[in-house]
């Protein structure tokens, strides 16, 4: 009798560790479940974004800087733009124009 109640303690202590193990398994894919249903909500939003590509969204948000003046590169440097000419240069490159037109023209009437 003793053997039999030593064998079924001994099947009791790995049922207990199997619904142990079980358990654990459960808890794991409940987790895992979780994260699914997250992760397809998040595609699910992607794909409903991607539908409206090349479309401006209906709802538009204002620059809250009304002008931008200058912009910062990520290694902190900053771009100026392009200079524009003053008027004295756009002047001068004017008549600079102009002369050379007048001595093309001089020069077809000789």
């Known amino acids: 009798m003793e053997e039999n109640g030593k064998i079924v303690t001994q099947q009791y202590k790995g049922l207990e560790t199997q619904f142990a193990q079980l358990s654990q398994q459960v808890t794991q894919m409940s987790q895992q479940q979780r994260t699914t249903d997250f992760q397809l909500g998040q595609l699910a ?3 409903g974004n991607m ?3 090349g479309k ?3 709802t538009t ?3 809250p ?3 931008c003046k200058a912009i910062e ?3 902190g ?3 100026q733009g392009p200079q524009l000419p ?3 240069d756009v002047e001068e490159e004017t008549t600079e124009i102009e002369q050379e037109k007048e001595k093309d023209e001089i020069e077809e009437i000789e």
Do not use: A, G, I, W
Request: aromatic residues 8%.
């Open 73 to 75: 590169l990520r290694s």
């Open 77 to 79: 440097t900053k771009y």
């Open 51 to 53: 539908q409206n590509k």
């Open 65 to 67: 800087k009304e002008h």
């Open 45 to 47: 939003t992607t794909v």
């Open 86 to 88: 003053s008027e004295d």
């Open 56 to 58: 401006f969204p209906s």
């Open 61 to 63: 948000e204002p620059n």
